[in-house]
């Protein structure tokens, strides 16, 4: 079983640039999450599908990040303006159903700096 | 507001050696998962344990979970270098929501 594919590995931009970062689930896999894990810490919930359709987005910072996953399958994250605190790993994780239960399956995740 | 303390927070031992590390909240969950994360990777689930005092094994590892559901810890007996890594927990409650800890990151020297 293929796994969670996650691209770029690695990002550098500059402050007030913007990125965009793309992820494709586990085949069948409805729920899609974007995880922030700063580094030290434990990965922060950015948002949750449920198929194309947002579940929870409470701690999204919707005034320079946003997420779309048009077609219940693949999603992208987006950036605009970057912050030097945006410095962080984006984890992207799916699983099989709504419930944590089944459990996550993450990528290897984007290591974003910003400078 | 933190929802999970991991304990310690470092931690580095011999090869051999037996470890416990720590995960409480003053939370109820309803099922708590075990994660282990390597440099440059994305977390990994060990054991999603659901019953207030249930213990899972997983070879040389031990996972249990507190009788009221709010703690867990993770025992590791005889640490080989291949256990390094960072140990995360994540707490679920009832609407399927997680929180994750900051995790222990474990150094086993050969």
């Known amino acids: 079983e293929a796994g969670v594919a996650q691209s770029p590995r690695y990002k550098i931009i500059e402050k007030r640039q913007s990125v965009a970062f793309w992820c494709n689930p586990i085949?069948?896999?409805?729920?899609l999450y974007w995880y922030q894990q700063i580094l030290g810490q434990g990965p922060k919930l950015l948002i949750q599908?449920?198929?194309?359709?947002?579940?929870?987005d409470s701690q999204l910072p919707k005034d320079r990040f946003s997420a779309e996953r048009l077609k219940g399958v693949d999603s992208t994250l987006k950036i605009q303006p970057a912050k030097l605190e945006d410095s962080a790993v984006y984890l992207c994780a799916s699983s099989f159903g709504q419930q944590i239960n089944y459990g996550y399956t993450f990528g290897s995740g984007t290591r974003l700096t910003v400078v | 507001t933190q929802l999970l303390e991991q304990s310690p927070q470092f931690l580095s031992i011999q090869e051999g050696e037996n470890l416990t590390v720590y995960c409480n909240s003053s939370s109820v969950f309803s099922s708590l998962q075990w994660y282990r994360q390597e440099p440059g990777e994305g977390p990994v689930l060990l054991v999603t344990?659901?019953?207030?005092?249930e213990v899972k094994k997983l070879k040389r590892l031990t996972f249990q979970f507190g009788d009221a559901r709010k703690d867990s810890s993770l025992h590791i007996t005889a640490a080989q270098p291949g256990d390094t890594g960072l140990y995360l927990c994540?707490?679920?409650?009832?609407?399927?929501?997680?929180?994750f800890g900051d995790g222990t990151t474990l150094t086993v020297k050969p």
């Open positions: 344990v659901v019953t207030g005092g």
């Open positions: 599908f449920q198929n194309n359709g947002v579940v929870d």
């Open positions: 994540a707490g679920i409650r009832d609407a399927g929501k997680s929180t």
């Open positions: 085949s069948g896999h409805a729920t």
